[in-house]
């Protein structure tokens, strides 16, 4: 096992639905934790892997709420700040008959919308072996997009290999012009790039999975791994100068509930495989695993697995259909 994990994001407190209709109609909730990064350091943890994570909360309930749950999932909370002029974000979820839910947020002026860059620009990278940032934070604001260049450049500095996954919120952005250039200024640091395919299509104007690797490859990132939804996964990487192409296919879900936190699951496979120094094919595998594992509940974060749980799915759904894999190199 190599060394650590740091994330940064914003948590938010989560209110879900007790039943279906639309949010103005529901007097009953439930809370959990909401959050793509804090999705990824709760998976990654519950693998056995050291994860740092680094956000502001607000001094308030949903702060104490979220700070416990992140020391409950033994997630290192020493870069998690207390912000006593700014509120701790939160949304709200529906249960609605589709599995693509309805949700509304509540996080402009939140204490992770002011981070601030003067506590968090001595961070150490030299014990990370993986950086892991979302297009989420950077879409806040420009000094939180600021704040993450600044941060994968030091990683860089100091060889923390960077996962980036653009999970595009267009909603957070002034214009689509704006997203598209800043996620792809930031891509061009990152070791893996882990777009959707419908992500990869808007950020780079290409159609196909293939024309996507292409496009980022071009800009000299060593591996772009593109999530096909139900179909499982892409990946395309530079190896010996040479082109190695890898398709694995999806796992097939008995009942989706909630897509929220597919993608999450699916960048928990590949951060916790480059950990465990597992092969492409390994690592997609997992990733495909963890994603199908997610869409099955409710919540974004609580039926993330831990290490038994995940082997006991894998071996399972691979009994029942097998698995098909496509490689080539050339």
Same mark, same amino acid.
């Given at each position: 096992?190599?060394?650590?994990?740091?994330?940064?994001?914003?948590?938010?407190?989560?209110?879900?639905? +007790?039943?279906?209709?639309?949010?103005?109609?529901?007097?009953?909730?439930?809370?959990?934790?909401a959050g793509a990064e804090v999705n990824v350091a709760v998976g990654t943890a519950r693998?056995?892997?050291?994860?740092?994570?680094?956000?502001?909360?607000?001094?308030?309930?949903?702060?104490?709420?979220?700070?416990?749950?992140?020391? #409950?999932?033994?997630?290192?909370?020493?870069?998690?700040?207390?912000?006593?002029?700014?509120?701790?974000?939160?949304?709200?979820?529906?249960?609605?008959? #589709? &599995?693509?839910?309805?949700?509304?947020?509540?996080?402009?002026?939140?204490?992770?919308?002011?981070?601030?860059?003067?506590?968090?620009?001595?961070?150490?990278?030299?014990?990370?072996? !993986?950086?892991?940032?979302?297009?989420?934070?950077?879409?806040?604001?420009?000094?939180?997009?600021?704040?993450?260049?600044?941060?994968?450049?030091?990683?860089?500095? +100091?060889?923390?290999?960077?996962?980036?996954?653009?999970?595009?919120?267009?909603?957070?952005?002034?214009? +689509?012009?704006?997203?598209? +250039?800043?996620? &792809? @200024?930031?891509?061009?640091?990152?070791?893996?790039?882990?777009?959707?395919?419908?992500?990869?299509? %808007?950020?780079?104007?290409?159609?196909? #999975?293939?024309?996507?690797?292409?496009?980022?490859?071009?800009?000299?990132?060593n591996t772009v791994i593109i999530k096909t939804g139900e179909k499982g996964a892409y990946?395309?990487?530079?190896?010996?100068?040479?082109?190695?192409? %890898?398709?694995?296919?999806?796992?097939?879900?008995?009942?989706?509930?909630?897509?929220?936190?597919?993608?999450?699951?699916?960048?928990?496979?590949?951060?916790?495989?480059?950990?465990?120094?597992?092969? !492409?094919? @390994?690592?997609?595998?997992?990733? &495909?695993?963890?994603?199908?594992?997610?869409?099955?509940?409710?919540?974004?974060?609580?039926?993330?697995?831990?290490? #038994?749980?995940?082997?006991?799915? !894998?071996?399972?759904?691979?009994?029942? @259909?097998?698995?098909? @894999?496509?490689?080539?190199?050339?």
């Amino acid at each position: 096992m190599l060394g650590k994990v740091i994330t940064i994001g914003e948590p938010m407190a989560m209110f879900v639905a +007790q039943t279906p209709g639309k949010l103005k109609d529901v007097t009953g909730y439930d809370r959990f934790i909401a959050g793509a990064e804090v999705n990824v350091a709760v998976g990654t943890a519950r693998l056995g892997h050291e994860v740092q994570y680094i956000t502001h909360l607000g001094e308030d309930p949903f702060g104490e709420y979220i700070h416990d749950f992140l020391k #409950k999932e033994k997630i290192d909370t020493e870069l998690v700040c207390f912000d006593p002029e700014h509120p701790t974000g939160f949304q709200l979820k529906n249960k609605g008959a #589709k &599995n693509d839910p309805e949700v509304v947020y509540f996080r402009r002026g939140s204490a992770a919308y002011h981070m601030d860059q003067e506590k968090l620009k001595d961070i150490d990278f030299s014990e990370a072996d !993986i950086f892991h940032v979302t297009g989420i934070l950077m879409a806040l604001n420009d000094t939180t997009f600021h704040l993450v260049k600044q941060l994968i450049a030091k990683a860089k500095e +100091q060889e923390t290999v960077i996962v980036f996954d653009p999970n595009l919120r267009p909603a957070l952005w002034k214009s +689509q012009k704006l997203m598209i +250039q800043r996620i &792809n @200024e930031i891509a061009r640091y990152a070791d893996y790039f882990l777009p959707g395919i419908e992500e990869g299509a %808007i950020l780079s104007g290409k159609i196909t #999975k293939e024309d996507i690797a292409d496009y980022y490859l071009d800009m000299g990132i060593n591996t772009v791994i593109i999530k096909t939804g139900e179909k499982g996964a892409y990946s395309k990487s530079l190896c010996a100068k040479k082109s190695q192409v %890898i398709e694995k296919a999806g796992f097939h879900v008995e009942k989706v509930i909630d897509t929220v936190g597919a993608g999450d699951g699916f960048a928990v496979g590949i951060v916790t495989g480059l950990m465990e120094k597992l092969s !492409i094919e @390994e690592m997609l595998e997992r990733a &495909n695993a963890i994603g199908a594992i997610q869409v099955s509940h409710i919540s974004d974060n609580e039926n993330l697995p831990n290490k #038994k749980h995940l082997e006991d799915f !894998i071996e399972q759904h691979k009994e029942k @259909e097998g698995i098909n @894999e496509i490689t080539s190199c050339y």
